[in-house]
Every structure is written in structure tokens, then in C-alpha cells.
């Protein structure tokens, strides 16, 4: 079965790395990567993400999608910073850069590499040892969506969810779940995170979706939550192509953030 997951994340365009704690819960969408040596599955997150690989736990689950169902793989996460892009380069870049149009403008050659400096200088978050992988059903619907909680101390609980609708976020708001493998729920208050994205065929547009809160039963009690299925979406992971216009200043934003998680890495390499 782990190497059916390798298979799937390898294969992949998208995928996700998602975790929970008796405290809090959360995820994010990665563009999945595999060591050449041992096909050990990762992700190598630029810099503007720094606050989310902050948030991972020693535990985490990495979730594949295929057209008839969904594998997740949880085990022990590592993340190391590669604080000059080195180790991306020499390694994984060829393989982000054919899933990845950004990644391939930006630092496919030497010349673009130098002009989008910020780009190159990543986190590297890798699954180090898988401790179980399963099954899940397929999301087929926009309004299809992970769910993941606690199982454990550390250990993260995926599965694969939708609901009749997705109203705007906001602290208070209540939404039924259904579990697309037609279980129950049955949750104690733990907290939970929702998460869906979707991107265009350039990637130049990847929007994520989600709620966060609390599970009580069968309902998710929102407590924060940004965007959510596109009316008249008929698929996940579909959205158009930016304009010229917004391409433009989107970069400009990447390069900003991007900036500024490299001088707080540095700040907090020189200060050890």
C-alpha cells in the first residue's frame, strides 16, 4: 500500500499535507515532490509559507488525489531548511518545475533563477516514515473537501466530506458535514479543519478554501474560514486563468512575501 501512495503522490499535480493536535488543526496544498534516492515522498515550500511549515507537527498525513479515490499516508514529518535553494535545485526542482508553470518560469535556468532569487530558498518538508496508509473516497464534487482531526496525540484523522453549502465564513455559523464514506462523524468538540483549493492550468491562480473549528456530532462549528466553493463549479480544483494584469501584481505579492520569509529565516539562523 505505501508504495500504491508513492505512486499516487508522484503522480500527482497537486496534492496536500495535513495535521491536527488535541489544540488546533490544519493544512495546506503542496506541489508533491519525491527524494530520487528512495522516492520518499515531500514538498519544498517556499518561504512565503514560513508560518505554515511553522505550524507542523512532529505528525502529519499526505493526501493524494486520483480520479476514483483518495490515499492518505500518515507518519513522521522533518523539515529542513534549505536556506540557499541548494539542496531544491540539485534534487527536486526538474520535477516541480513539470508540475509547476511558476516554478518553471521563475527558475528553470540559471538566468531566471538569479532574477527570481527569492524563489529558489525553500523549506523541505518530508515524510520520513509512514506509520499507516488508507482509502478514501473520491472527491468529485466542488463542494468535496478534506476533513481532518485529531486521532491521538499527534496523530491526524482524514477523511473526505462535503455539505449541501459552504456559507461565508464567519465565527458563529454552523455547517452539517457528510462524510463521503457514509459514517458518522459522532465529533466531541475536538477541533477540525476543512480544506479544498482549486487552480488553473497555470497555476498561476491556486486559491485555497477552508473552515476551521470545532466538531460537535455532525456539524462543524465555524470558527475562522476564508472563501469556498465557486457557484456553477462543477469539478474540484478547477478556476481560470488570472488576468495580465492581476498575473502581474500576483508575482509582485509572491516576491514580497517570499522576501520577507527569508530575512525572518535568517534572522532566526544567525541567532542560534
Not at 466531541?188 to 482549486?198: Q, S, T
Request: glycine share 6%; with cysteine; hydrophobic share 40%.
Amino acid at each position: 500500500m505505501r508504495d500504491e501512495m508513492v505512486a499516487a503522490w508522484s503522480r500527482a499535480a497537486a496534492a496536500e499535507i495535513l495535521w491536527a493536535t488535541p489544540s488546533a488543526a490544519g493544512g495546506m496544498p503542496v506541489v508533491p515532490l519525491t527524494w530520487p534516492a528512495d522516492r520518499t515522498p515531500c514538498a519544498a515550500l517556499p518561504l512565503s509559507r514560513l508560518d505554515e511549515v511553522d505550524a507542523l507537527p512532529p505528525r502529519a498525513a499526505f493526501v493524494a488525489r486520483e480520479p476514483s479515490r483518495t490515499l492518505v499516508a500518515i507518519g513522521d514529518v522533518e523539515v529542513r531548511w534549505d536556506a540557499e535553494g541548494e539542496e531544491f535545485v540539485e534534487h527536486l526542482l526538474p520535477q516541480e518545475a513539470a508540475k509547476h508553470p511558476p516554478t518553471r518560469l521563475r527558475a528553470d535556468t540559471l538566468i531566471s533563477r538569479r532574477e527570481n532569487w527569492w524563489w529558489v530558498p525553500r523549506a523541505l518538508v518530508t515524510l520520513t516514515a509512514v506509520r499507516q496508509v488508507r482509502v478514501l473516497p473520491a472527491r468529485t464534487h466542488a463542494e468535496d473537501a478534506l476533513l481532518v482531526r485529531p486521532a491521538g496525540e499527534d496523530d491526524p484523522h482524514v477523511g473526505v466530506v462535503t455539505a449541501k453549502r459552504w456559507p461565508d465564513p464567519g465565527q458563529g455559523s454552523e455547517i452539517e458535514l457528510w462524510p463521503r464514506d457514509g459514517a458518522a462523524l459522532d465529533g466531541r468538540g475536538e477541533p477540525a479543519h476543512v480544506l479544498g483549493h482549486r487552480h488553473s492550468p497555470d497555476f498561476e491562480r491556486w486559491e485555497r478554501w477552508y473552515r476551521s473549528g470545532a466538531v460537535h456530532g455532525e456539524v462543524l462549528h465555524v470558527l475562522a474560514g476564508d472563501s469556498g466553493p465557486r457557484p456553477g463549479d462543477e469539478e474540484p480544483g478547477t478556476a481560470e486563468p488570472l488576468t495580465l494584469l492581476n498575473r502581474y501584481a500576483h508575482h509582485r505579492r509572491v516576491a514580497k512575501d517570499c522576501k520577507a520569509g527569508i530575512a525572518t529565516l535568517e534572522s532566526r539562523l544567525a541567532n542560534r
